[in-house]
């Protein structure tokens, strides 16, 4: 609730200087990540919500975001939501696909972008059922904070000028990095589900800390955050990279040369486990939104 009211505030004192000039932006989905993207958006001052048309299948959802941000427009149809706007993001389910863009399919030109935000839904199957121009841009939750990267992968009806006025509004609250779409999945691994398995992890640092010690977990857990806002900075700011962070900490015989031994021990093949476990989830997700998107006729 206070994160919300920050946004707010921070989208009332915006004097909006950089706004991206005219452009109209619908959004079907106000689900989790669909309002995180309408916040950030704002937050960053480069949309106004008179820029926003909003529409979801709970209507009540999208008529609540609208209440919070006066002059967003509810969309009481998909179609309405896709109607005119420069762009569309679709921030829906693989298995939702199918419906939206039925619905979407006679509203939709071949002058708009229609953005998928969904990565097992390819940009060559939503270019066979819609006209528009083709964008499929992961998001990550970072962008809340107007940081962390989108991934970005554009069809071929995009014009680098329709590239440029995306990746304009996309850079205000993350960086747009452009992405083969064949590394989709292990790029969303590390950009969209990395902020949930480092907190795991850290998670399970700040336990064990509070139960092996006694230090309050609260006091564990800021100093935890730090530590981790800190090593991003020196991460992509520093100019250092994970192998010079761990060399320069760890004196050899020292403390943390003696964790970080226990950790190569105990880490072993997780990581290529994990990517194991979310690329079958994702063939799985990507055969099955294949076939629900397979026959654009009806
Ligand atoms: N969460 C992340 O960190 C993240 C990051 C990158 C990409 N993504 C992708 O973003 C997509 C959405 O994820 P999410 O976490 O935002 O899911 P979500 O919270 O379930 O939101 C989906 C929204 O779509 C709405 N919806 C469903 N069918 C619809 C229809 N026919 N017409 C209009 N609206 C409809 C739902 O409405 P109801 O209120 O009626 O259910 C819901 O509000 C997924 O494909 C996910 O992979 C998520």
Request: charged share 20%; proline share 4%; net charge negative.
């Amino acid at each position: 609730m206070q994160e919300r009211q920050c946004v707010q505030a921070a989208w009332a004192s915006s004097s909006h200087e950089q706004e991206v000039a005219g452009m109209q932006v619908g959004f079907i989905g106000t689900g989790s990540m669909g309002t995180i993207l309408i916040e950030s958006l704002l937050k960053a001052g480069v949309l106004a919500p008179r820029h926003i048309t909003a529409a979801n299948r709970t209507a009540r959802k999208a008529e609540q975001l609208a209440e919070r941000y006066p002059g967003m427009r509810v969309a009481y149809s998909n179609a309405e939501a896709a109607e005119g706007n420069d762009i569309v993001f679709l921030c829906i389910k693989p298995h939702e696909f199918r419906t939206v863009l039925k619905e979407i399919k006679r509203t939709v030109n071949d002058r708009q972008i229609v953005v998928s935000i969904t990565s097992p839904v390819t940009i060559g199957s939503l270019e066979s059922w819609l006209p528009a121009k083709i964008a499929k841009v992961i998001p990550s939750i970072t962008n809340y904070m107007l940081s962390g990267a989108l991934l970005c992968m554009y069809g071929e009806r995009l014009s680098p000028a329709d590239i440029a006025g995306l990746e304009r509004l996309l850079s205000a609250i993350g960086r747009p990095v452009q992405v083969n779409e064949r590394f989709t999945r292990v790029s969303s691994d590390i950009s969209s589900c990395g902020p949930a398995f480092f907190s795991f992890l850290l998670q399970k640092f700040i336990d064990a800390a509070a139960v092996e010690t006694g230090i309050p977990r609260a006091e564990a857990e800021r100093l935890a955050c730090e530590m981790l806002r800190g090593t991003g900075t020196l991460l992509t700011e520093g100019g250092l990279s994970p192998e010079d962070v761990q060399y320069r900490v760890a004196v050899p015989g020292g403390i943390t040369a003696k964790g970080l031994k226990l950790m190569e021990e105990s880490v072993g093949d997780l990581f290529h486990r994990l990517i194991g476990i979310t690329h079958a989830k994702y063939y799985d997700e990507m055969e099955r939104a294949a076939s629900s998107l397979d026959s654009s006729s009806d």
